[in-house]
């Protein structure tokens, strides 16, 4: 997770951990970029998350409101939703068009007002890219579209997660022979990337800042009702295990510090709805819960981990625990005071990390329970947020790298 940006911070520069203190009106800020063949249902699964966070019941129960910054796109999300609800109708899908949308994570205001001042931010940010699926399998018309595909994809390396979707509809497609399919999708998003590669590379060295977090999610899920996470894990190794590794390996020749890296080792499975002949049940979703989760806590205790177990350069440290402090300052207000930009790595801020990577379990329910009893909303959600990670499994539709 990320600060957002402010006056004071240089485009591309890494944020420091403890640079001034954040005013109230500041948001956290986290991108995901989300991958995905043409029809995979990208468009689908935000606009089914989108409008199912305008509904009142989720309004009602919720400690925070899901609203887009840009007031036309929520519009536009919010539309495909009810078109979806009230005339089983599919938003059209967006060929060559890649679009970021920005929705902002605002808490409603709790029963601890001196609570609500002292925190370092006020809100989240999740920024989700949607990647046209078809500069993964065509060719780009000339020079124009070729560079709107390397700027498309520069303005996503600041995402920690990404999402790269697995069509459940392709998986029947191909029954029994689904390698295929996944080989093949495996193998564009390789060759995709080391299209772009040299384009990308400043010199041709490693990028600091990059996807690190590469999550399979099986997209349409539905339409596989007997396959839980753990088979959709084991269809992917026995299938595209080799397409996988190779895909690993490109990524991990464009980052540096490569050893801060997990691609396929994170599963999900996702449906936007229920799709039935002339009829869409939005209410049975599946996994649209967790992509809040995935994007805001996920790259946490994940980064703390590799900082903590792996021997990375400084400045991909530094970049990888970049806005991780006012999260701990959140949860347990222990690292304000800390000097230095890598006082992180030493002395008492140490503990404080290992609170946070390890809080899980009865511990992390007493603290949600004790948040939601002050009227702290803002570690109420974060600490949700781990929650529904930890129910995603309990469920069978999330599986967490086992490194």
Same mark, same amino acid.
């Not at 989760?293 to 590799?306: G, N, S, V, Y």
């Given at each position: 997770?990320?600060?957002?940006?402010?006056?004071?911070?240089?485009?591309?520069?890494?944020?420091?951990?403890?640079?001034?203190r954040?005013?109230?009106?500041?948001?956290?800020?986290?991108?995901?970029?989300?991958?995905?063949?043409?029809?995979s249902?990208?468009?689908?699964?935000?606009?089914?998350?989108?409008?199912?966070?305008?509904?009142?019941?989720? !309004?009602?129960?919720?400690?925070?409101? =899901?609203?887009?910054?840009?007031?036309?796109?929520?519009?536009?999300?919010?539309?495909?939703?009810?078109?979806m609800?009230? $005339?089983a109708?599919?938003?059209?899908?967006?060929?060559?068009?890649?679009t970021?949308?920005?929705? $902002?994570v605002?808490?409603?205001?709790? $029963?601890?007002?001196?609570?609500?001042?002292a925190?370092?931010?006020?809100?989240l940010?999740?920024?989700?890219?949607?990647?046209?699926?078809?500069w993964?399998?065509?060719?780009?018309?000339?020079?124009?579209?070729?560079?709107?595909? =390397?700027?498309?994809?520069?303005s996503?390396?600041?995402?920690?997660?990404?999402?790269?979707?697995?069509?459940?509809?392709?998986?029947?497609?191909?029954?029994?022979?689904?390698?295929?399919?996944?080989?093949?999708?495996?193998?564009?998003?390789?060759?995709?990337?080391?299209?772009?590669?040299?384009?990308?590379?400043?010199?041709?060295?490693?990028l =600091?800042?990059?996807?690190? /977090?590469?999550?399979?999610?099986?997209?349409k899920?539905d339409?596989?009702?007997? @396959?839980?996470?753990?088979?959709?894990?084991? !269809?992917?190794? !026995?299938?595209?295990?080799?397409?996988?590794?190779?895909?690993?390996?490109?990524?991990?020749?464009?980052?540096?510090g490569s050893?801060?890296? $997990?691609?396929?080792?994170?599963?999900?499975? @996702?449906?936007?709805?229920?799709?039935?002949?002339?009829? /869409?049940?939005?209410?049975?979703?599946?996994?649209?819960d967790?992509?809040?989760?995935?994007?805001?806590?996920?790259? /946490?205790?994940?980064?703390?981990?590799?900082?903590?177990?792996?021997?990375?350069?400084g400045?991909?440290?530094?970049?990888?625990?970049?806005?991780?402090?006012?999260?701990?300052?959140?949860?347990?207000?222990?690292?304000?005071?800390?000097?230095?930009?890598?006082?992180?790595?030493?002395?008492?801020?140490?503990?404080?990390?290992?609170?946070?990577?390890?809080?899980?379990?009865?511990?992390?329910?007493?603290?949600n329970?004790?948040?939601?009893?002050?009227?702290?909303?803002?570690?109420?959600?974060?600490?949700?947020?781990?929650?529904?990670?930890?129910?995603?499994?309990?469920?069978?539709?999330?599986?967490?790298?086992?490194?």
């Amino acid at each position: 997770m990320r600060r957002a940006a402010h006056p004071g911070d240089r485009a591309g520069r890494p944020r420091s951990l403890y640079g001034p203190r954040m005013q109230l009106s500041a948001a956290l800020e986290q991108h995901i970029a989300v991958f995905g063949e043409s029809g995979s249902g990208k468009t689908v699964l935000l606009s089914s998350f989108y409008g199912a966070a305008q509904e009142p019941a989720y !309004l009602k129960d919720s400690l925070f409101h =899901v609203v887009a910054d840009d007031i036309g796109q929520g519009s536009r999300l919010h539309k495909n939703y009810l078109g979806m609800k009230s $005339s089983a109708s599919v938003p059209e899908a967006n060929r060559f068009r890649a679009t970021s949308y920005s929705l $902002s994570v605002k808490m409603r205001a709790g $029963s601890d007002p001196e609570a609500t001042r002292a925190q370092p931010f006020n809100a989240l940010r999740l920024v989700w890219h949607d990647y046209p699926g078809e500069w993964f399998e065509e060719d780009v018309s000339g020079p124009e579209e070729g560079q709107r595909r =390397v700027d498309t994809f520069r303005s996503l390396l600041r995402s920690d997660v990404a999402l790269l979707l697995v069509d459940a509809q392709r998986m029947l497609d191909n029954a029994g022979e689904e390698e295929r399919y996944l080989k093949s999708l495996f193998a564009n998003l390789k060759n995709g990337l080391l299209n772009l590669k040299d384009d990308l590379l400043d010199d041709g060295q490693p990028l =600091v800042e990059f996807p690190r /977090i590469w999550v399979l999610a099986l997209s349409k899920s539905d339409l596989l009702p007997d @396959l839980d996470v753990f088979g959709f894990r084991d !269809l992917l190794v !026995l299938k595209a295990s080799d397409e996988i590794t190779e895909l690993r390996n490109v990524i991990a020749e464009m980052v540096e510090g490569s050893d801060a890296l $997990s691609v396929g080792e994170d599963f999900a499975l @996702l449906s936007s709805a229920k799709f039935e002949v002339g009829k /869409i049940e939005v209410t049975e979703r599946i996994g649209l819960d967790l992509l809040l989760p995935l994007a805001a806590m996920l790259p /946490i205790e994940r980064h703390i981990d590799w900082t903590q177990t792996q021997q990375l350069p400084g400045r991909v440290a530094e970049s990888l625990l970049g806005g991780i402090g006012p999260v701990v300052d959140v949860l347990f207000k222990r690292l304000s005071s800390l000097p230095g930009k890598l006082g992180i790595f030493f002395g008492t801020a140490g503990p404080s990390l290992q609170l946070v990577a390890q809080l899980a379990g009865d511990k992390l329910k007493e603290m949600n329970d004790e948040a939601r009893a002050k009227g702290d909303n803002l570690k109420a959600t974060l600490t949700g947020f781990r929650l529904d990670l930890e129910g995603g499994e309990e469920r069978g539709i999330f599986l967490r790298s086992l490194r």
